[in-house]
């Protein structure tokens, strides 16, 4: 499975919703498609699995959606603590795990 | 809360062996929910490397498979990582994450450096 990200950047100002599109090269399940935020010199962190399901702690102005090969996260009234970059990522049965190239987040 | 610390070389040789232990601190090794990995992330992306549950099974990245390595110690709550015949695209840093299938990698240790150079 070959995960695509897209835009590979995003620019918008505080306040507004920012889309981030990840595409699978096959249909998975979306109870194994996770997101993961990285902000400049820390380890990623687990914000989504199962597609839509927030992980412990994570505002719920962050949220998942999609199935087969379209999914989508979403961040409503964009802060500034929310410039990062954000994976998509699959887990397959095998098992192996698989992440997309990632999409930076800049506010304005 | 559980806690994941990696340590070792930051520099090694080309053609070497990098070898990396990660320690799990406040929680056990041996949960049977969670499996133990390592993830590793060039100057752009980030790849799986493999995992290890705690009673020794491995999956590895296909990509790696031939080259890598991972083993468990439960008496030190800590897992390794062996990478064999590194080269300069081998450089990068290193995560030791824990695992959960259907959920995610939802605990992650601070990352070290590991630089492939002469």
């Known amino acids: 499975i070959v995960l695509t990200q897209s835009p590979g950047t995003l620019s918008l100002s505080p306040g507004e919703r920012a889309t981030l599109s990840c595409r699978a090269s096959?249909?998975?399940?979306?109870?194994?498609l996770a997101w993961y935020q990285q902000k400049p010199g820390q380890a990623p962190r687990l914000l989504i699995y199962?597609?839509?399901s927030r992980a412990a702690g994570i505002p719920d102005r962050f949220s998942g959606s999609g199935s087969g090969t379209d999914f989508t996260l979403s961040i409503s009234r964009l802060e500034p603590e929310d410039s990062a970059v954000y994976f998509c990522?699959?887990?397959?049965?095998?098992?192996?795990?698989?992440f997309g190239q990632g999409t930076k987040v800049e506010i304005k | 809360q559980l806690q994941l610390q990696e340590s070792g070389p930051g520099l090694v040789k080309p053609s070497e062996t990098l070898s990396l232990t990660c320690t799990v601190s406040?929680?056990?090794?041996?949960?049977?929910?969670?499996?133990w990995g390592w993830v590793r992330q060039p100057p752009k992306g980030l790849e799986w490397i493999g995992s290890i549950?705690?009673?020794?099974?491995?999956f590895y990245n296909p990509s790696l498979k031939s080259r890598v390595s991972i083993s468990v110690d439960t008496s030190k709550n800590q897992f390794s990582l062996r990478l064999t015949s590194v080269t300069a695209a081998d450089t990068a840093v290193y995560y030791c994450?824990?695992?959960?299938?259907?959920?995610?990698?939802?605990?992650w240790g601070q990352g070290t450096t590991v630089t492939v150079s002469s």
């Open positions: 096959h249909s998975v399940s979306s109870s194994y």
């Open positions: 199962g597609a839509s």
């Open positions: 406040s929680g056990s090794i041996s949960s049977v929910i969670h499996y």
């Open positions: 990522q699959h887990y397959a049965s095998s098992p192996t795990w698989t």
């Open positions: 549950y705690y009673s020794g099974n491995t």
């Open positions: 994450v824990r695992l959960q299938h259907g959920y995610g990698m939802d605990v």
